[in-house]
């Protein structure tokens, strides 16, 4: 059973940073896949990173450049750097993981349908 809980969320000008965080437990490298997820007012949940069990990081093309998503294996932690922020990245995100013990390939890293655990989200709101 893993367990997420996202942090860092908050308000920020376009042009800002925010650092978010994912606390994780039971997260063990039988499971391939964490990530971040999003999701804006009437919109489908979209991918955004995801970082496999080997260190390859998967990125979506609306955020190459601006995010950078890392891991902190002693503590447990992913985190979600964001720069250059945009209004458009207005979303609540949600940290995630896979189920463990199934290999995808990185074509379906920020897929919705490879992640079962999600953290309860956090809010970025970026103003213009």
């Known amino acids: 059973q893993v367990q997420l809980v996202e942090s860092g969320g908050g308000s920020v000008q376009a042009g800002g940073s925010l650092r978010l965080a994912c606390a994780y437990s039971?997260?063990?490298?039988?499971?391939?896949?964490i990530g971040w997820f999003r999701q804006a007012p009437g919109k489908e949940r979209e991918g955004v990173a995801a970082?496999?069990?080997?260190?390859?990081?998967t990125y979506a093309d609306f955020v190459k450049g601006r995010f950078t998503i890392s891991q902190d294996s002693a503590k447990n932690t992913l985190y979600l750097q964001m720069n250059t922020l945009k209004p458009e990245d207005t979303a609540m995100y949600y940290c995630?993981?896979?189920?463990?013990?199934?290999?995808?390939?990185?074509?379906?890293?920020?897929?919705?349908?490879?992640?079962?655990?999600w953290g309860q989200g956090t809010q970025v709101t970026v103003s213009s």
């Open positions: 970082l496999r069990n080997d260190g390859i990081t």
């Open positions: 039971g997260y063990t490298y039988d499971n391939y896949f």
């Open positions: 995630a993981a896979d189920k463990g013990g199934t290999w995808y390939p990185r074509a379906q890293a920020l897929e919705r349908r490879v992640y079962h655990y």
